[in-house]
C-alpha cells in the first residue's frame, strides 16, 4: 500500500507542477511565456497528465479524487484504498505546488494583480455563477471518466506490476488528449479543475504561503471544484458502467 500511496503522490506532484507552472509561465510579469493564451495552458496541462501518468504507473494513475472515488463506487476499485489514494493526491498536489511558488518566486513581485497570482494556484470562474460553475464543473468531469472509461479498463487492470507498455502509453496518449479536449472545449468557464486535489491543496497553500501582494483565497468558490468534480466524475463511472464500457 505504500508504494500506491508514493506513485500517486509523485504522480500528482508532477501533475500540478507541470500543469500549474504552465498557467504561472503565462500569465506572471516577466515571464518569456508571458501572454501565450489559453490554448497554451490547455496544452501544458494536457501533456502535464501525459507525463503524471507515466510516473504513477505502478498505482495505476488514478491522480484525481474524483477518479478513485468514482471507480470506487461502480466496483472497479477496493473501496478501502480510496483514502490512501486521496491522501497522496492532495499531498502530492500541494508539493507540486510548493515547487511552482519556488521556481517563479522573482515573479510573485513583479506580478501586482492579486488575482492572477491565486491563478497560477487554483480555478476561478470567467462568469461568477456558482451552481452553474459547479454544473460546468460536473460536466467535464463526467466527461473525463466516461471517456477514460471508454478505453476500456484492460489498461488498469493489466497495469498492477507498474510495466510502462506500448498499451499504457497509448493508453495515457488517448487520455491526455481528452483533456487537451476538455480544455480548450468546456475549460473557459471555470478553469477545468475537475479534480479536487488539484484545486484545493495549492488553494490552502496559497492562503498559508508568504507570496507577496496575494489576495484572499476565493474560498466562497472553493466548494465548486471540489463537489462539481466528485458528482460529475461519479456520473460518468455510473454511465460507463451502464453502456457496458466497463
Known amino acids: 500500500m505504500l508504494e500506491l500511496f508514493w506513485s500517486e503522490f ?82 502530492g498536489a500541494a508539493a507540486g505546488q510548493v515547487l511552482v511558488v519556488l521556481h517563479f518566486w522573482p515573479h510573485w513581485r513583479e506580478t501586482t494583480d492579486g488575482d492572477t497570482k491565486r491563478a497560477c494556484f487554483c480555478t476561478a470562474p470567467a462568469i461568477r455563477a456558482p451552481l452553474w460553475n459547479a454544473i460546468g464543473e ?50 473557459g468557464t471555470t478553469g477545468f479543475a475537475i479534480n479536487p486535489a488539484r484545486d484545493l491543496a495549492p488553494r490552502i497553500l496559497h492562503s498559508i504561503l508568504p507570496i507577496p501582494g496575494k489576495t484572499h483565497g476565493d474560498w466562497g468558490y472553493a466548494w465548486v471544484p471540489v463537489v462539481g468534480p466528485i458528482v460529475g466524475g461519479t456520473i460518468g463511472a455510473i454511465l460507463a458502467r451502464a453502456f457496458g464500457f466497463c
Do not use: C
Not at 509561465?25 to 490554448?39: R, T, Y
Not at 501525459?50 to 477518479?67: C, E, Q, R
Not at 473525463?144 to 502509453?169: A, H
Open 138 to 187: 460536473a460536466i467535464a468531469t463526467m466527461v473525463l471518466v466516461f471517456g477514460v472509461l471508454s478505453l476500456g479498463t484492460s489498461p488498469w487492470e493489466r497495469n498492477l506490476g507498474g510495466e510502462i507498455t506500448d498499451e499504457w502509453s497509448w493508453f495515457a496518449f488517448g487520455i491526455a488528449g481528452l483533456l487537451w479536449a476538455i480544455g480548450i472545449g468546456l475549460g
Open 10 to 91: 509523485l504522480g500528482t506532484a508532477v501533475l500540478v507542477l507541470l500543469g500549474n507552472a504552465v498557467v504561472a509561465s503565462i500569465v506572471l510579469k516577466g515571464s518569456k511565456g508571458e501572454g501565450a493564451g489559453w490554448l497554451a495552458i490547455a496544452t501544458g496541462w494536457a501533456f502535464a497528465l501525459f507525463v503524471a501518468i507515466w510516473v504513477a504507473a505502478k498505482s495505476n494513475a488514478h491522480l484525481n479524487p474524483a477518479v478513485s472515488i468514482a471507480l470506487a463506487v461502480i466496483g472497479t476499485f477496493e473501496m478501502e484504498k480510496v483514502p490512501v489514494y486521496v491522501a497522496a493526491q492532495f499531498l
